[in-house]
């Protein structure tokens, strides 16, 4: 990708988007969309997704997007009163928006959620809940992009919507996908003390740099990757990353074990 490249963040205002805007400040242009304001990137916009007219013209021109917009919340009573504008429409919207606007490189941030049914099984269940006994971590199997999804509620249904709109723009407009089926970014930058956060917790340092990856990494077509930071209990192949992106996590949610209560 070019110098300097123009990279739109949807979502700017909300909590990925500020660890993001203040780590690829320097890196890229960056061009933001949110309804509510997004301090430190000068011009945002501030509009609803959900008005594809609107938000055209921040799109023009851009080398890339990160779509990050979405009602985030992922408990099994979500309602699609929010679901449909917020994850279905806009999502719509900002792939109509980036084919309007020549930009080649989408990246959609999906969820590890969309396989979180595989959690209900052994050995993942197990994992999922710090039930280690005679557990090789390094035994595992893990799940892996090439298997059926598994989405474990609306919220997570609706971020099929978004990677199933993103392999049609690949193929029918040439548009370069990037999936990133995230984990756990927390507003404080370690995990949680509950066992599941050792699987999906994402620094913050990870979190710019997968998201560089996403970006600039040369030959995508289609791409769909989990991402985590490199946690030693691993459920989703978060391996992919590396292979396809060139993603180096530096942190592992293991290094804070001994300062979690469990
Ligand atoms: N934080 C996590 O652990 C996590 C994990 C997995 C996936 N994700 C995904 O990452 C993305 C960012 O998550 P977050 O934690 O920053 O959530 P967040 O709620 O803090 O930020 C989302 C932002 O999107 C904006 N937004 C929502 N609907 C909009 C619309 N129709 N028009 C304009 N703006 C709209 C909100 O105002 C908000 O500022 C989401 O897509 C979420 O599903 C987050």
């Given amino acids: 990708m070019a110098e300097q490249a123009t990279v739109v963040i949807t979502g700017s205002g909300g909590r990925i988007g500020a660890i993001l805007r203040r780590a690829l400040a320097g890196k890229y242009r960056l061009r933001g969309i949110d309804r509510v304001p997004t301090p430190g990137v000068p011009g945002a916009l501030v509009a609803s997704l959900t008005d594809l007219d ?15 917009a979405a009602d985030p919340r992922h408990t099994p009573d979500i309602g699609w009163d929010t679901l449909i504008p917020d994850n279905v429409v806009a999502t719509a919207n900002v792939y109509e928006a980036a084919r309007q606007g020549g930009v080649k490189r989408f990246v959609f941030f999906s969820s590890m959620h969309v396989c979180g049914m ?46 199933a709109l993103g392999k049609y723009c690949a193929e029918a407009y040439g548009m370069e996908v990037v999936v990133v089926r995230l984990g756990t970014v927390g507003r404080e930058d370690g995990p949680g003390s509950d066992a599941r956060s050792f699987v999906s917790w994402l620094s913050h340092r990870d979190l710019a740099h997968l998201t560089e990856r996403a970006i600039d990494a040369p030959h ?30 530096r942190d592992n949610a293991e290094h804070f074990r001994a300062t979690r209560a469990r």
């Fill in 118 to 163: 595989y959690e209900n099984d052994a050995p993942w269940s197990r994992v999922a809940t710090g039930d280690y006994a005679g557990l090789d971590p390094a035994g595992v199997p893990l799940v892996t992009a090439e298997m059926p999804a598994r989405p474990d509620g609306p919220y997570a249904v609706s971020k099929m919507f978004g990677e």
């Fill in 54 to 68: 609107a938000i055209l013209p921040v799109f023009t021109g851009a080398d890339a997007v990160v779509h990050l």
């Fill in 220 to 249: 995508v077509t289609y791409e769909v990757v989990f991402g985590a930071s490199d946690n030693t209990w691993k459920i989703y192949d978060t391996l992919r990353a590396r292979s396809r992106l060139g993603y180096a996590p």
